[in-house]
């Protein structure tokens, strides 16, 4: 048990070394885009990465906000619109009962989806089929698609349909959800950074120039 330990946290280690950090800031750069833009941000998954997708939409939501706890009678600042596409146990079930499974999530997109949004796929396997569908709806309808996975051999049906993403290098899935967490918490820090600075300054950095799909296709040639 102890070499199994040793050895799962050692892997970890070196996987984390291994994230590509080029891909991180042109997410936060996106995601900062959107801010800026009004757009929302919209995620989901499967399983753990159904809890991640959710704790994303909280940790993004409320983590970004500057004026939290300032009650009723103030105008609120400009924050970050997201939300998951979990969370409404209802709707996901009156789908999957209804329609099927693959489509619980590219059914609620087609209620809100709007030019300029963003939608953010968690999958650690890469081959959720709806997931995929959602993604490929999402793109063919002018959203930008970020995907997150592992080194799985179905990663690249994700990949395919993301114009940014972020791939953690493990196979095994307990792994890869680990790093997934990582990466959800450094993105979601650098957004918060980003936010507050631009809402104190009113400086937009150069870093946070509009998304361009060419920019998004050099950073997953980057990122195989």
């Known amino acids: 048990m102890a070499l199994l330990i040793t050895t799962y946290l050692r892997d970890i280690q070196s996987a984390v070394e291994l994230i590509n950090t080029d891909g991180i800031e042109a997410i936060v750069a996106r995601l900062f885009q959107a801010f800026l833009d009004g757009s929302t941000i919209y995620t989901m998954g499967n399983g753990a990465s159904a809890a991640l997708a ?24 400009p924050r970050l619109r997201i939300m998951s596409l979990n969370d409404n146990t209802a709707l996901m079930t009156a789908y999957s009962n209804d329609l099927s499974y693959q489509d619980v999530f590219v059914e609620q ?27 490929a709806f999402a793109r063919g309808n002018g959203a930008t698609t970020i995907g997150l996975t592992g080194s799985q051999a179905s990663a690249y049906k994700l990949l395919e349909l993301s114009d940014l993403f972020v791939q953690a290098t493990p196979r095994q899935m307990e792994q890869i959800e680990d790093l997934h967490v990582i990466i959800h918490h450094v993105i979601g820090l650098s957004l918060r950074e980003r936010i507050a600075t631009h809402l104190r300054t009113g400086v937009v950095t150069s870093s946070a120039a509009p998304f361009l799909p060419e920019a998004s296709e050099a950073v997953a040639q980057s990122s195989d």
């Open 54 to 77: 959710s704790h994303m939409a909280c940790d993004l939501g409320k983590g970004t906000a500057t004026d939290l706890a300032r009650g009723p009678d103030t105008i609120a600042a």
């Open 109 to 135: 997109l087609k209620n809100f989806l709007q030019l300029g949004d963003v939608v953010i796929g968690v999958s650690g396997s890469g081959g959720s089929p709806n997931v995929l569908r959602a993604m």
